[in-house]
């Protein structure tokens, strides 16, 4: 059964909580703006997908996560790292490729993974995420720690074999899983309103015997509390859940992707959705937040950032030598 | 009675276009899907974008959406399609965006579509053709930059090849289009749209068969075999060596499956030498056949051992290492020379 979330304000949380909140969203933006200034100078290798728009899934999510749990990401993934608690600045090497990225190097934006923080990594393949998952969740089930297991894939990974056999599995052996899928309108140029066969991702999770939900991602809130239910319900063996989260990424699949599949949706969804306007504006309207703490906040995060390109840019790359290091645990 | 006067007014004024080896795919398969409307174009982004590297540009438009179908995301899908329609008839072409997205459909390629024809003990033919996109030097990770074909090489049932300039790709993916067989068609990315090799591709001419290697430059000193976008670097590496008076042949073996090797073991017979050149890892690859092959029937012709040119047998690099991961011209003259001081 689908059901549509109300955008009620959710009363669980503090001013710490809703700060922290703010704060994890702003990274992402101002993560994400840099990069894509950044990419077009021509200095950051390979390819680049940026998340901002979306920065309310991962951070309404990750919210409810702690140490037990473990999240899969998407080639989109720069937020859920965030999220997650991956150091920022050790991201930002990682994207341009060096030495003191969270993978030495060798990972590059579409493969940041950081075990140590529960982040299986980003992932190059579109659905090879969920199957990891499935893994994860029944390690925390059999080993009886509480965790759970959360995939992130996109509405292009919604209809991957992969993804579908994960929802089965994880239904089939009742295990503490999310799988969220983020519906932004389009993998990479194709149009999800075609290439899914229902009408909301949403509604498939009733063939796998699970409940399915509808929120809207501009809404932080609706994220959390969807989540919340998700993951208390996944905590205590209640099984898996299917959330579906809609909105619109703010750049193109890729930094250059030329955008000729899609009209004007973008800059009505900054203007009127954005999920950070729409934060700050409810919090200060029912005294919850200062207003000051949070521009105090966006102060901090545009430093870090700063500090972050800087120090990736200054870093060392990687060697010839880096090479044949790292393939076999003993050869 | 006069000999007949030859009319130039019924000809087109030329069938000779100057194309790059992107244009000439997409000419190639133009072609044929208006030599054969059983042909028929999909994949992910192949109708309305024209594919991400463009090579399916303006066929949709052209051929309509029965014809060039746009698919969901999802390779196993995508193959399995495919399989389907050639059972029923149809010659599909699928296109897999990079070369490390064709793992998810790797079961129906491995397990449906090699094995059919075998399984029906030859009642079904399964003329699909997948073409990939493959290799590295364009700034990407794994997944974007690798050269698996030899996995595929490795599967009876399949048949595997590489073209490697403008005049191959637009013939040789006709000719795989016409094959009744499965072909993987691997096309060398970096140089879709790469100016130097532009070349003239006379559209009206007689063309090499499919399954064939071919002698690119003749020498004598040693003998150098690649395929796809390692031929341009033998090549250039070639001219290098003429430079200090080295003559080397460059073969491009064009089919990797089945290998057309006598070209290469009448050329080792004469030269005693052998550099293969491939951006794969070397372990158990085509290199690895051919070394094998080669020194089972030139044994007694050899100077020095076979070697390999190859990637690195670890997983493709990030871009900062891409330069010391790809063979270049310095590692082919350096095998040169190592073969040479035996």
């Known amino acids: ?331 | 009675m006069a000999a007949p006067v030859r009319s130039t007014a019924d000809q087109p004024t030329s069938s000779v276009q100057n194309l790059t080896i992107g244009k000439a795919l997409n000419l190639g398969l133009r072609a044929a899907m208006e030599a054969d409307d059983k042909v028929l174009v999909l994949g992910e982004d192949v109708g309305k974008l024209g594919g991400v590297f463009r090579i399916t540009d303006g066929l949709q438009k052209d051929f309509g959406e029965q014809r060039v179908l746009d698919t969901p995301l999802a390779e196993s899908g995508i193959i399995g399609t495919a399989v389907g329609l050639a059972v029923r008839g149809f010659r599909p072409v699928c296109e897999i965006q990079f070369e490390g997205f064709i793992f998810p459909g790797f079961d129906q390629i491995s397990s449906q579509l090699a094995k059919l024809h075998y399984r029906t003990q030859g009642g079904i033919k399964v003329p699909v053709v997948i073409r990939v996109p493959y290799g590295g030097g364009i700034g990407a990770v794994e997944h974007h930059s690798e050269s698996p074909e030899s996995l595929f090489a490795h599967i009876a049932g399949l048949k595997v090849v590489s073209c490697a300039n403008p005049v191959d790709a637009y013939w040789m993916i006709q000719q795989a289009i016409r094959c009744d067989d499965p072909v993987l068609f691997f096309e060398p990315k970096r140089l879709y749209h790469s100016g130097a090799l532009k070349a003239p591709v006379d559209t009206a001419a007689e063309p090499d068969p499919l399954f064939a290697s071919r002698t690119v430059r003749q020498g004598s000193t040693a003998t150098l075999v690649a395929y796809g976008p390692s031929v341009k670097v033998c090549l250039d590496a070639a001219t290098a060596a003429a430079e200090d008076d080295l003559s080397l042949e460059v073969i491009d073996l064009r089919t990797l499956s089945p290998l057309d090797l006598e070209p290469v073991f009448e050329s080792v017979r004469r030269t005693g030498r052998l550099i293969t050149v491939s951006e794969a890892p070397s372990e158990s690859s085509i290199t690895s056949e051919i070394a094998a092959r080669v020194q089972q029937e030139c044994f007694y012709s050899l100077e020095s051992p076979v070697l390999r040119v190859t990637g690195f047998d670890t997983p493709y690099p990030p871009s900062k290492l891409e330069e010391h991961y790809l063979p270049d011209l310095d590692r082919v003259l350096h095998a040169v020379d190592r073969a040479l001081a035996w």
């Open chain 1, 1 to 331: 059964m689908t059901d549509t979330l109300s955008t009620a304000v959710s009363h669980e949380l503090d001013e710490n909580a809703l700060l922290e909140a703010y704060r994890t969203m702003r990274t992402i933006r101002a993560f994400e703006e840099r990069l894509h200034d950044e990419f077009a100078t021509g200095e950051i290798p390979g390819f680049v997908h940026l998340y901002a728009g979306e920065e309310a899934s991962a951070t309404g999510v990750c919210a409810h996560l702690d140490g037990r749990d473990s999240i899969a990401s998407t080639h989109r993934g720069h937020g859920h790292c965030i999220a997650k608690g991956v150091d920022v600045k050790a991201m930002m090497a990682e994207i341009y490729g060096k030495k003191t990225g969270s993978c030495h190097g060798k990972g590059g934006s579409m493969h940041i993974a950081d075990l140590s923080k529960g982040m299986l990594g980003a992932n190059g393949i579109v659905g090879g995420g969920p199957p990891l998952i499935c893994g994860t969740a029944l390690a925390a089930k059999q080993r009886g720690t509480g965790g759970v297991g959360v995939a992130f894939f996109g509405d292009g990974a919604s209809n991957q074999g992969t993804t579908l056999e994960s929802l089965n599995l994880a239904s089939v052996w009742n295990l503490p899983a999310i799988f969220v899928a983020e519906n932004n309108g389009y993998a990479e140029a194709t149009s999800s309103s075609w290439s899914v066969a229902a009408d909301n991702i949403a509604d498939r999770a009733a063939g796998f015997g699970m409940p399915g939900v509808i929120v809207d991602g501009f809404d932080f809130f609706a994220v959390h509390e969807a989540a919340g239910e998700a993951v208390q319900r996944a905590r205590e063996g209640g099984g898996p859940t299917l959330i579906e989260v809609k909105f619109t990424r703010y750049f193109g699949h890729f930094e250059g992707d030329q955008q000729t599949y899609r009209a004007k949706e973008v800059a009505e969804a900054r203007a009127k959705l954005d999920c950070l306007k729409r934060f700050r504006a409810r919090v200060t309207e029912t005294g919850q937040v200062d207003a000051a703490r949070l521009d105090a906040i966006d102060t901090q995060v545009a430093d870090l950032i700063d500090a972050a390109v800087e120090e990736a840019k200054a870093a060392p790359k990687p060697t010839a030598a880096d090479l044949e290091t790292d393939v076999y645990v003993s050869y």
